[in-house]
């Protein structure tokens, strides 16, 4: 089936701990993205990428950082220097002029 | 003035009712539409794109005031699966541009 995969489900963090947070597609769409969504709130744009080898910062990239090796693959790692990381996390494909569509998410909490 | 604003609910109608949501937004170069339906602690799932012209989904029905800056959403004969948040967004450019979400609207439809 075609789609996007987020892995873990769930995920938990130490102090001072980088995690890294995968996000896979399979339905050949150039563009990949990152969001966070905190209870009650919107989604908040993380990271993006449009192309292989190439990403942009969204508007709350701090204390995060992405690659984009591959078309199907764009992980995110949530390093120390996010002080506040507890939050669903989002990731989206789109192909050209289309909606984007998510994975199911992945649930940060801090331990 | 924030750049997506929707009512948060919840607005809470009996089964086969119609109910209304109305969005706002403040990019007045705001390009596409689309409302995206969340289910409690799940991904936001494509519902329908809005045209101008407006378009019709089976019970959904969707408007784009583009004068007022207003998006509508119309849900005829509420089911009780329809009860979610609603997730109004908009995109400014076209491409592969990204995406301004709305909180969302909470919709809860009772027996």
């Known amino acids: 089936d075609g789609g996007i995969t987020q892995s873990p489900k769930y995920l938990f963090r130490k102090e001072g701990q980088n995690v890294t947070l995968s996000c896979e597609q399979n339905?050949?769409?150039?563009?990949m993205y990152w969001y966070r969504q905190d209870p009650g709130q919107g989604l908040r744009l993380i990271y993006y990428?449009?192309?292989?080898?190439?990403?942009q910062k969204g508007d709350i990239a701090e204390g995060y950082s992405v690659s984009r090796e591959k078309k199907e693959s764009f992980p995110l790692t949530v390093t120390s220097a996010q002080k506040n990381p507890t939050a669903f996390y989002l990731c989206?494909?789109?192909?050209?002029?289309?909606?984007?569509?998510f994975g199911d998410g992945t649930r940060l909490s801090i331990l | 003035r924030k750049e997506v604003e929707q009512d948060p609910g919840p607005f809470n109608v009996p089964e086969g009712a119609t109910v209304a949501f109305n969005c706002t937004y403040s990019?007045?170069?705001?390009?596409?539409f689309f409302w995206y339906r969340q289910d409690c602690r799940k991904e936001p799932k494509l519902l329908m794109s809005?045209?101008?012209s407006g378009n019709e989904d089976g019970r959904f029905t969707a408007q784009l005031n583009r004068a007022s800056q207003y998006i509508s959403l119309l849900i005829r004969d509420s089911k009780l699966s329809d009860s979610a948040t609603y997730l109004c967004?908009?995109?400014?450019?076209?491409?592969?541009?990204?995406?301004?979400f709305g909180k969302g609207t909470m919709l809860l439809v009772s027996p």
């Open positions: 989206a494909s789109s192909a050209l002029n289309q909606p984007q569509h």
């Open positions: 339905l050949n769409h150039d563009a």
């Open positions: 990428s449009q192309i292989v080898n190439d990403f």
């Open positions: 990019n007045s170069a705001s390009q596409s």
């Open positions: 809005v045209y101008s």
């Open positions: 967004v908009v995109r400014v450019n076209s491409g592969y541009s990204t995406l301004t």
